[in-house]
Each structure stands twice: as C-alpha cells, then as structure tokens.
C-alpha cells in the first residue's frame, strides 16, 4: 500500500536550519508530483511548495520564497524541504503529499527560543 513517511522535524531557534524528509513506497514515485503542506494549531492545511515529477519545476507560497527548497530523489523515492532562516510562525506540522489523497502522517518543526 502507498506510505509516506515524513522525518527530520524538531525544535530549532530563529534562524536556524532544518531539513526534511519524506520517504515514498507502494507507488511509483516518479511519475507523480509531490507537495509539503504544513498545518499550524488553529490554523487552515496550507501548501507550502511542489515539485514536478522529474524535479525540473517547483512552486513554492509566498511565505517560505527566497528560505525553503524543495527537492526530490527518484532514485530513493525521497523527497525534501530544506528549510532556511526559519522563523517562529513557521511552527507547524509538516506533511508531504502525492496525488490528491496521499499523505504523510506528519513531522512536528517548532521554531523557538
């Protein structure tokens, strides 16, 4: 069956570093495009950035543009977010997505002093 598997969240300060995750198994990962939403407490699921299926287009919300990239290996049916310069209302719990329907359970990332 279709997994995936979000890791690498945690507690950073301001303007640290994180990267994320998000390990793909029981489809073909290639072939589909991936996404990272976030979902802060209290707060709507927002997308935060795609990836096209090959990696060679990204789009990415206005709020994270310039601080995060995502990226993907095919070869590991793996996909990431480098997350830079972060800041304290980027604390949500992070999941990636395939498909309409396909998600990750979640990785907690809270930015704090």
């Known amino acids: 069956q279709v997994q995936l598997v979000e890791s690498g969240g945690g507690l950073v300060q301001p303007g640290g570093s994180l990267r994320l995750s998000c390990a793909a198994s029981?489809?073909?990962?290639?072939?589909?495009?991936m996404s990272w939403y976030r979902q802060a407490p209290g707060k709507e699921r927002e997308l935060v950035a795609v990836?096209?299926?090959?990696?060679?287009?990204?789009k990415y919300a206005d709020s994270v543009k310039g601080r995060f990239t995502i990226s993907r290996d095919n070869a590991k049916n793996t996909v990431y977010l480098q997350m830079n310069s972060l800041k304290p209302e980027d604390t949500a719990v992070y999941y990636c997505?395939?498909?309409?329907?396909?998600w990750g359970q979640g990785t907690q990332v809270t930015v704090s002093s």
């Open positions: 997505k395939a498909r309409a329907d396909w």
């Open positions: 029981g489809f073909t990962f290639s072939t589909y495009a």
């Open positions: 990836i096209s299926s090959a990696g060679g287009s990204t």
